[in-house]
């Protein structure tokens, strides 16, 4: 028997059985996958904002003169000061001249008054006695009560030129600390111009923004933490609540009254907790979130099943969950866990989690 078919028959029979045993393209199962749903629900324990650290109550100091120039400036930003006590003097030189002006004036016109009164009192026995008509005697009367006028305006003059002598120390109008000082020897005073700024009994507080969804939740009174810039935690109370929201930017405003503490900065940066009702946010698993170089980013499942990265932004933590300040809508399906073994586009099985 010749071997040579026998070989042929056995290649084909081969042949045969490896195309029956190969899977039809296509054939393979998708991956089964976890995913939990993007939800809107409150996260955290209170209310997290931010705002800007502002003077409780800021004061504006300036002259009550114009036209005097300042002699010296006595305090510099950051003392602390109380009422009444000096800032800054202005140059007197010429007051002190007009007021010895005024007093000489004065003199004058007292000594003209009691010449006046002299006269008046000469005429006070002539009344119908035909000496002197009624009409002279009349006009000595008159001179007397004139000259006592010009005393009182002389008196006047002395008396508002000695209250601009008062008026030559500029003084703080509160206690509490120095913000800024913009004046310096040789300018001119004017009331316009603004010397020195000061923050009330030195106290600060938040300016904080409040999301109009919360605004409500939080009350005059209400406890807060407030973290400073270099990390430091301190206690705080809600002065009060804005009565309006922006329009455009949808923010409510909150004043946070804090301690007195020379870390606490008006125009510096902060962040609070507020103990209210927790906001209701975005929120995924924390096992949905993956980072890399790119950031942070969510698997969402399409319809179709198939499979997208897209990147995310995160805000608040808590409970296992992890807020999204922007990425899917809610509603979305994202995978959990098993995001770092797919490809985009791969099509899966969705298996609920939980289930």
Aim: charged share 25%.
């Amino acid at each position: 028997m010749n071997a040579r078919p026998l070989v042929l028959v056995a290649l084909v029979a081969l042949a045969a059985c490896s195309k029956t045993e190969a899977p039809p393209p296509g054939a393979d199962t998708p991956r089964a996958v976890p995913f939990a749903m993007v939800t809107r629900q409150p996260l955290g324990a209170g209310i997290n904002v931010n705002g800007r650290l502002v003077a409780r109550e800021e004061a504006a100091v300036s002259s009550q003169l114009s036209g005097y120039l300042v002699a010296r400036v006595l305090v510099d930003q950051d003392a602390l000061v109380r009422a009444g006590q000096p800032l800054a003097e202005l140059d007197a030189t010429l007051l002190r001249a007009d007021i010895a002006q005024s007093r000489a004036a004065l003199a004058q016109t007292r000594v003209a008054a009691d010449k006046a009164d002299q006269e008046s009192s000469r005429v006070n026995v002539l009344d119908h006695t035909g000496v002197l008509s009624d009409e002279a005697i009349a006009q000595r009367r008159l001179a007397a009560r004139t000259a006592h006028a010009q005393v009182d305006q002389s008196q006047a003059q002395l008396f508002a030129q000695l209250v601009k002598q008062g008026l030559m120390v500029i003084r703080a109008p509160v206690s509490g600390r120095i913000l800024t000082r913009t004046v310096r020897p040789g300018d001119v005073a004017s009331p316009s111009t603004v010397m020195f700024t000061m923050a009330r009994d030195d106290r600060a507080e938040l300016d904080a923004e409040i999301p109009e969804e919360v605004l409500s939740g939080i009350h005059a009174g209400d406890h807060a933490r407030v973290r400073l810039a270099s990390g430091r935690w301190v206690d705080g109370t809600v002065r009060l609540v804005a009565a309006q929201v922006d329009a455009q930017t949808r923010l409510g405003r909150a004043r946070i009254l804090l301690p007195v503490d020379r870390e606490i900065r008006p125009g510096g940066y902060a962040r609070a907790e507020l103990a209210g009702k927790p906001m209701p946010v975005l929120a995924v698993p924390e096992s949905s979130v993956s980072y890399d170089g790119n950031g942070a980013s969510v698997t969402v499942i399409e319809p179709g099943d198939k499979v997208r990265r897209v990147a995310v932004k995160t805000g608040a933590r808590g409970g296992g969950m992890i807020e999204l300040t922007q990425g899917p809508a809610a509603g979305a399906r994202v995978l959990t866990g098993s995001q770092d073994f797919v490809l985009d586009g791969e099509k899966v099985q969705p298996v609920q989690k939980g289930r």
